[in-house]
């Protein structure tokens, strides 16, 4: 029984840092996420040769006609940067992206991060730090992440490296 107490802790511990993240974080503007949103777009539309597209001088700029175009038709209002991960991201994205609007895929994202960063800590307090399988180390650990800016920004950013992180720990 107490081993099921301490499991149950440290369940409502996480999910009280994703409950924290998603209030915190809703409505962020995702920059990092979006451009992944409209690449999903442009491949899904037969736009693959636009999906590298970027300002020749501020490369963290995309104006391209292709670009604004598809940011316009579905309807996507924030800053367009460029896309950087393999086209196999966007192209396995396109059942989400083509069936949501950018503030779900966002919040289904953000859900992600969160949820694969318990995960990171779970398994490295099972397999190499277990004195954070007690629920009062735990919440100092979880609190201690929470007030951080790499959490914070990454968060706000809607970056999507936690869930593979959490992927190659698994």
């Not at 999910?15 to 998603?22: D, H, S």
């Not at 777009?41 to 391209?64: C, I, K």
């Not at 307090?125 to 007030?147: D, K, T």
Request: glycine residues 6%.
């Amino acid at each position: 029984m107490r081993a099921l107490s301490r499991t149950s802790l440290r369940v409502a511990l996480y999910a009280m840092l994703i409950a924290y993240g998603m209030i915190r974080f809703a409505g962020s503007p995702g920059d990092d996420l979006s451009s992944s949103y409209v690449a999903c777009h442009l491949m899904a539309d037969g736009g693959q040769a636009h999906l590298y597209d970027h300002h020749p001088e501020r490369f963290h700029v995309v104006d391209s006609p292709a670009w604004t175009d598809k940011a316009r038709e579905i309807r996507f209002e924030g800053f367009l940067h460029p896309y950087v991960q393999t086209p196999l991201w966007a192209w396995a994205l396109q059942p989400l992206c083509t069936s949501l609007d950018y503030g779900s895929f966002s919040t289904l994202f953000l859900f992600l991060a969160l949820f694969s960063i318990a995960l990171m800590i779970e398994l490295a307090a099972r397999f190499w730090a277990p004195r954070f399988l007690a629920p009062l180390p735990l919440a100092l650990l979880l609190g201690a992440i929470a007030a951080t800016t790499p959490f914070s920004y990454a968060l706000w950013l809607i970056q999507t490296h936690a869930m593979f992180l959490a992927m190659a720990m698994g």
